[in-house]
């Protein structure tokens, strides 16, 4: 019997184990002080719960109340962790006045519209905005490697207007990076090979 509770103990570790090391995998990119708090919190609340695994298993013997503590343990962990997450992450955003910047309803009113310093002309029949070269920005096309020369900085019948898409902000992070705006700011730079100038848009391209 108690090889038995040996074994059951192992098993049940071991899964503890897998679940802890899913919970308390590390972010690299955190840097801020309520992220290192929040890595320390996971580092001592994971041994922890390891040396109370490691006595359970010295002890050879497993029971429902010890499940019971070891999984009530877990999830009030994982709630303490989400919620200080939150906590911070909502203090860092109110403390740094560009988190939000630019900000989504002006993205989708006015800047996601047309590209820096082009105007928003007319709309078309589908409700496209029309957009205006109005103070002769340079727009070089890209030429290609085959010396193909891109062929969309403006509409087929202009040479100062080109017509985008309806945005709505914030879109996909991957529906706009395949979108015609991030096409239009790689393609149509100031010069031959540079980017395009568009608050908000080029960062997501």
């Given at each position: ?7 059951a103990?192992?098993?049940?570790s ?36 390891i ?22 343990l ?8 989400w919620l ?19 900000a989504d ?29 109005r ?11 085959n010396?193909e ?12 207007q ?5 945005l ?11 979108s015609?705006?991030?096409?239009w700011?790689?393609?149509c ?8 100038s568009?608050?908000?848009i080029?960062?997501?391209?």
């Amino acid at each position: 019997m108690a090889d038995n509770y040996l074994i059951a103990s192992g098993v049940f570790s071991i899964i503890v184990l897998i679940v802890l090391g899913g919970m308390f995998k590390s972010d690299d990119e955190s840097v801020g002080a309520g992220d290192s708090f929040i890595k320390t919190f996971k580092d001592i609340s994971m041994w922890i719960l390891i040396l109370l695994i490691i006595y359970i298993m010295i002890r050879g013997k497993i029971t429902r109340q010890t499940i019971i503590l070891i999984c009530g343990l877990i999830i009030l962990v994982s709630i303490g962790i989400w919620l200080y997450g939150s906590y911070s992450k909502q203090i860092d955003q109110q403390n740094d006045p560009y988190s939000d910047w630019p900000a989504d309803q002006y993205m989708e009113t006015v800047g996601g519209q047309c590209p820096d310093y082009w105007d928003v002309l007319d709309r078309d029949e589908k409700g496209n905005p029309i957009c205006v070269n109005r103070f002769g920005v340079p727009v070089v096309p890209r030429v290609n490697k085959n010396g193909e020369t891109y062929d969309k900085c403006f509409d087929s019948d202009s040479t100062t207007q080109k017509t985008f898409k309806t945005l709505v902000w914030p879109e996909n992070p991957d529906e706009l990076a395949s979108s015609d705006r991030c096409k239009w700011v790689k393609n149509c730079g100031p010069s031959q090979g540079a980017r395009a100038s568009w608050l908000g848009i080029d960062q997501s391209c």
